[in-house]
Structure formats: structure tokens, C-alpha cells
């Protein structure tokens, strides 16, 4: 059987015998794989012209719930992928990480779309920046999508979760994807692909795969394209370097796998409850997948008073942890990818033991569960121990990528902090620490060093997810080591694969490119109330200038009694003119209530609700006897998709409000969001 790769809309075999790949319990040959024989530039013209315009003519929400729906139909056919899931050495709790985590990163993705960014083919990124003393020159910040395709180039040991995580922030982001998994561990990759090529959800040429080599693609990428690239720094470092990666400055974000660390708190002896989390952390990131993620803990910081309790409690747990294949009764942990990885996490492992002792396992005689230790990639949990880890280099620099991990002790908590450092850059590290200021000093002593940090104790076990998972809404990668770049994080993720520009010109020109009205340009009145109209008559820009209110003494007495709120400065005239202020004030809350009361209409219409308030600042007080008018503009227009659930079409406006006293002073401005009927779809 040949693994294969989906090019220009079309399923292909490699035109040779390829590479093998195996069952990595049993040995039983799964099938070949090769590239050879696709036309890589023609791949990559396919996802610019096909799959990029497809994806551009969308507005960023209709690719969210492009997502949304994939990963719903991805979560059915799951079961499909457990079974071939198993073939790769892998657990059903392993697979439940890299499948389901896999497509629970993709509903993530759909939803942090839905919220964070606008229902447009384009968003718009901070502030406006005030250019000019008149404000008549104005700048601002846009993002689009790229016109080219971002080629991810993935690891092993997630076939699944790898690609996912990757193509979600991609898609959204408009930009197509060239998928190109581990040769050995393609095939369930390959499953995946197909199941969302089956499924007819994405537009044609949005999503390519290669099995295989990538041949000259790297040849033909240009300033459009980016790369995402997971696997061994070395790898990394040789791809980053391609000539026309450098001569077309092709974006390329490096994770590469790392010497994580994994630090117990020194008051965090045995008999606490953060000493049994450390040990039950350390030997989980041992177990899981057979120790191969690029998060695994591969040095144990441990104080020098607890190394003994510490090197016998994770015995005693991994010993309790059957090595084996996963069909078989009891088995919790299942075997490497392959045998070539086997001998690489052996000759690590001999490496670190030339300034270690190997205190667990270690040896190639060991029990395998319902399996030939010979004729599968299994290898057994192994620790080792540093006694002088600041005298030994290859505690951090040799990457046993398997079910192996370190322990070195500390002194104090300096000498903590220095071993930490000492891995030169890692994915993440974790503190199990019950001492909030210890935790302060070591975070802050180690960040600069680190991803990500997980400080761990019993007050947030119970729904922490661990050391080792990474998470859709932060920042996934790391400086140094870990290859210098970021994965997930949310939106940020997102704008990876977006041009950021900056767009400078007149308030009326920032409002018409960004459909969002700009502050300064040309309002729109008209004798309808902009709250009699619906979501899709309103326009940006539409605006109402309210009557005048004077505030008087009355007015702040029954807000007072009303509120609750009796604060000097708005009673008590002698104590107010020791303030600020200089004399009693108006609430601030009076003062935007009062404005409400002005712009409202108060009949019933198509604004159905007040669905928010955003961005309040109050600029200068209001006083006793002041006069205050308001400006209300349409702002911004986000339509909503109807749920079920719903018995009417709906969308957000979000309205610029600016409250102005007698000598057209700014009092408040402030974002208000409505809620408003529009046309069902």
C-alpha cells in the first residue's frame, strides 16, 4: 500500500518504492512512502490562485465557522482515527491528546475568531494614531490576508494535533496550507486528510498534503508564503537557512524540541501535597506518549534534601506503569514511533549517563505487555541522576527524546534558577511551589528563558491541565533552544499569516477603508434616529447630536441616593475643595446614565438590547451648573450568525459616544454595543 499526497486536487502515489513505515507495536509493514513525482510549484500556485482566493472572498467569521463545522465532522469519524492511532505506538489516552486535543484546538481557534475579530475579510489592530496637531492626518493599523500559502512542516510524534494546530490559525487567516507531516507516522496524517477532503467543508486547494519528501518546493516560495516548521533544532536551523528563504525574507516560525524543566518548591518536601503533584507530573510527562513531546520534563530540579524521596517515589509510580502494546489489558504505556527512534534515545541516553547514574530502567532487558520487545519500538521509562548538574553540559544539551528524564538537585533557590536557565531557551518549564512569593521570584528569575511557565499547586490542580499541554488561547514555542518562535497564542496566531500595514490619510478615508468610522470624519445626519433603523439600513457614520442638559445639585442628590454612592467629592462641599476637583462633581455614572437618557429613542424598534459598554474614560469632571450635549455615531457593524436557539436575526453595533460640556470639552467617551434586528438570512 502507498501512503498518499494530496496535490492540485488529486490523490497521487510517489512514483517509486518509497519509504517504509511500520506498525510500531508489531513490526507489520503499514505501507510506502514517497513524494516523488509531484510538481511542487505547481502545488503552490494551486493554494495561491485556488485555495487563496476561495479563502479571501470569505469574511474572517464565515472561515471560523468553516472550522467550527470541520472540526464537528472530524469529531465524528474519531473512533476511525484511534485505530490507526494505535499503529503509531500510541495509547488511547496518548491518541486522545493528539486527536481530540487535535480538534478541540480547531473549535478553539473558531471560537477565539468569532470573538476577537471582526466579521470582515480584513481586521483592524489598535487605536487610531493621532498624526497631525488638527487631526486632520490620521494613521492606523490593518491586517489582510497574504497572497501566497504557508507550508507546515510537522514532527512525529503528533500526526494529528501537529496539523491541526497549525492549519486552523492559517485558514481563518485566509492564507491556504501545504501540510507535510513525519514520514513515519504520515499514514494517520494522511487519514485525517482525507476525512476533510471527503467532507467537501473547505474550499478546493485551501488544504494540500505531501508524504514524503518536500523535493524543490523550498525553491519556490516567495515573499507571500510563510513556513511553520516542528521538529529537531538542527533540522530547523538547516531549513531556516535555505537561500531563498533568506533572499525573499520568507517568514519562518521555528518550534524546536527543548530541555524542559520541571522545578519542586523548596518547602515542597514529602507529606505535602505539591511533592506528590511533582512526582505525578514528572512521571506523567515520562509516560505519556512514551515521553515523545516536545513539553516532556527532561530535567527534574529537585532540592538537594528531597533528591532520595524524589528518585523513590517515581520509581515506585513507574513502575507501576506496564510497558506494552495498547490493546492489552492494563497497559498505560505504549511504544516509540519506530525502531530508528529506539537507537537515537538510546545513544542519548548513553550520552547523558557518561555524567549521570542511571537510577530507573536504562537497560534494553525489560517486560513488554502483550507484545515482541524485539520486533516493536518500545523503550523503557529511564531516569537518571545528576549529582553535579552545573559540571555537566549534556544534562542540558542532550535531548533523549523518549521516556527519559533527569533529576539534579539545588541548593537554594538561585542555584534553581541558574539550572532552569541552563537549557538555553525551552517550550516550557513548571514550579510545584505552595509559597506564592517563591513562585514570584522564580517565574520572574526564569521567564526570559521560557515559553511558557506553569506554576502548580493544590490550589489549581484539580483543573490544571499539566506541564505538558499546550493551549489554543497561549503562546506555544520559546526563545533559544526551542527555535526562537510562536505557536497558538490566540489571535496572535492568527496574524501570523496576516500583513500588518499601517494605513495613513483624513478621517473620512480611514472610516471608508476600515468600515469603521474614524473620529473627525464627516458624520451623516438625517431626520430618521439611527435607532429606528435596522442592522442592515444603519450605515457607519450615522449620527445624532442630542439637546443640552444642564447638571444641577438635584440631580447629584438623587443619583447619590439612587446609587448608594455618597463619595465626598459629590456631598461634601468643604472635604471637595481639598480635592482635585476643587469643588463638588457629578458621578461619572450620572454623567453617562444622563447621556443615555438623551440619544435613546425610547419607543420600540430594531435596537433590542444593550449588549455592552467598552473603553470608558472620563476626561474632564462635570460640575454643578455645567452643560453637557452628546454625539452618538454608528462605529462598527458585526454580524452575527443566527443560532438555533434564536427566533430572530441579529447583528452588534458598536456606537462612538463623546460627551461634551458648554466649552466643547470631552467629559467621556466611551464604546456603546447594541444589539439590533437585521434581515434573516
Not at 514520514?183 to 485551501?206: K, N
Not at 524485539?374 to 541522576?385: E, R, V
Not at 544534562?395 to 541552563?422: C, N, Q, W
Request: include cysteine; aromatic fraction near 6%.
Amino acid at each position: 500500500m502507498k501512503i498518499e499526497s494530496y496535490a492540485c486536487g488529486a490523490w497521487t502515489p510517489g512514483t517509486d518504492a518509497g519509504v517504509e513505515v511500520k506498525n510500531a507495536i508489531n513490526g507489520e509493514l503499514i505501507g510506502h512512502v514517497s513524494s516523488t513525482g509531484l510538481d511542487f510549484a505547481d502545488m503552490l500556485n494551486h493554494g495561491r490562485d485556488k485555495g487563496g482566493s476561495a479563502l479571501r472572498q470569505m469574511t474572517i467569521h464565515d472561515r471560523a465557522n468553516m472550522l467550527k463545522a470541520l472540526a464537528k465532522h472530524l469529531l465524528d469519524k474519531k473512533e476511525a482515527f484511534y485505530a490507526i492511532s494505535a499503529k503509531t505506538g500510541a495509547t488511547r489516552a496518548d491518541g486522545w491528546v493528539d486527536i481530540e486535543g487535535g480538534i478541540g484546538t480547531v473549535f478553539a481557534y473558531s471560537g477565539i475568531a468569532r470573538r476577537e475579530l471582526p466579521n470582515e475579510t480584513f481586521a483592524v489592530e489598535g487605536n487610531v494614531e493621532m498624526l497631525s496637531a488638527q487631526g486632520s492626518f490620521l494613521g492606523r493599523h490593518i491586517l489582510t490576508a497574504k497572497h501566497g500559502v504557508s507550508l507546515h512542516i510537522n514532527a512525529f510524534n503528533f500526526p494529528c494535533w501537529g496539523m491541526l494546530e497549525k492549519i486552523a490559525p492559517s485558514l481563518i487567516a485566509g492564507v491556504p496550507v501545504i501540510v507535510k507531516p513525519a514520514t513515519v507516522t504520515a499514514y494517520l496524517t494522511e487519514a485525517m486528510v482525507r476525512e476533510i477532503i471527503a467532507s467537501d467543508i473547505l474550499p478546493e486547494g485551501s488544504l494540500q498534503l505531501i508524504c514524503g519528501r518536500t523535493g524543490d518546493m523550498f525553491d519556490h516560495l516567495n515573499e507571500q508564503d510563510s513556513v511553520t516548521f516542528t521538529g529537531s533544532a538542527s533540522t530547523g536551523r538547516m531549513l531556516k537557512s535555505h537561500p531563498n528563504i533568506m533572499a525573499n525574507s520568507v517568514p519562518f516560525n521555528m518550534e524546536a524540541d527543548s530541555l524542559n524543566c520541571s522545578i519542586l518548591g523548596a518547602n515542597a518536601g514529602p507529606g505535602t501535597a505539591e511533592f506528590d503533584l511533582f512526582i505525578k507530573g514528572v512521571s506523567q510527562e515520562i509516560t505519556v506518549k512514551a515521553g515523545q513531546k516536545c513539553t516532556a520534563i527532561r530535567r527534574a530540579i529537585v532540592p538537594q534534601d528531597h533528591i532520595e524521596a524524589v528518585i523513590d517515589a517515581l520509581k515506585a509510580r513507574l513502575d507501576k506503569t506496564p510497558i506494552g502494546d495498547p490493546a492489552a489489558q492494563g497497559v498505560r504505556m505504549g511504544s516509540l514511533v519506530g525502531t530508528d527512534q529506539v537507537e537515537d534515545v538510546w545513544e542519548a541516553v548513553h550520552k547523558l549517563a557518561d555524567s549521570s547514574e542511571i537510577v530507573h530502567g536504562g537497560k534494553r532487558e525489560f517486560d513488554v505487555v502483550g507484545a515482541d520487545r524485539d520486533k516493536g519500538a518500545f523503550f523503557p521509562s529511564t531516569l537518571l541522576y545528576c549529582d553535579k548538574p552545573f559540571d555537566a553540559d549534556t544534562a542540558h544539551s542532550v535531548e533523549a527524546f523518549g521516556p527519559v528524564s533527569t533529576i539534579m538537585p539545588y541548593k537554594d533557590e538561585e542555584e534553581a534558577i541558574e539550572l532552569a536557565r541552563m537549557g538555553r531557551g525551552s517550550l516550557v518549564g513548571s514550579l510545584v511551589t505552595a509559597d506564592n512569593n517563591e513562585a514570584a521570584r522564580v517565574v520572574l528569575g526564569t521567564a526570559a528563558w521560557h515559553g511558557r511557565i506553569l506554576v502548580l499547586n493544590s490550589d489549581c490542580a484539580k483543573e490544571s491541565t499539566g506541564h505538558g499541554s499546550p493551549l489554543a488561547p497561549l503562546v506555544h514555542g520559546g526563545p533559544g533552544r526551542a527555535g526562537g518562535g510562536e505557536e497558538l497564542g490566540g489571535s496572535r496566531a492568527i496574524k501570523h499569516y496576516m500583513q500588518r500595514t499601517a494605513i495613513q490619510g483624513s478621517p473620512d478615508t480611514l472610516t471608508a477603508i476600515t468600515r469603521q468610522f474614524t473620529v473627525g470624519a464627516t458624520p451623516k445626519t438625517g431626520p430618521v434616529h439611527p435607532f429606528r433603523k435596522t442592522f442592515d439600513e444603519l450605515e457607519i457614520g450615522e449620527t445624532i447630536i442630542t439637546h443640552r442638559r444642564t447638571v444641577t445639585e438635584a440631580d447629584i442628590v438623587n443619583f447619590g441616593c439612587i446609587s448608594g454612592d455618597h463619595f465626598y467629592a459629590h456631598f461634601d462641599e468643604i472635604a471637595a475643595k481639598d480635592s482635585l476637583f476643587g469643588e463638588r462633581v457629578a458621578h461619572g455614572y450620572f454623567v453617562i446614565s444622563a447621556a443615555a437618557g438623551m440619544f435613546v429613542d425610547p419607543a420600540p424598534g430594531p435596537v433590542l438590547a444593550n449588549y455592552g459598554l467598552e473603553n470608558l474614560r472620563f476626561v474632564e469632571p462635570v460640575l454643578i451648573g455645567d452643560t453637557i450635549q452628546v454625539r452618538l455615531t454608528a462605529k462598527e457593524k458585526v454580524w452575527k450568525a443566527k443560532r438555533p436557539d434564536e427566533d430572530r436575526a441579529t447583528g452588534v453595533v458598536v456606537w462612538d459616544v463623546e460627551i461634551k460640556n458648554q466649552n466643547d470639552q470631552s467629559v467621556a467617551v466611551y464604546d456603546i454595543l447594541t444589539l439590533v434586528e437585521r434581515a434573516d438570512d
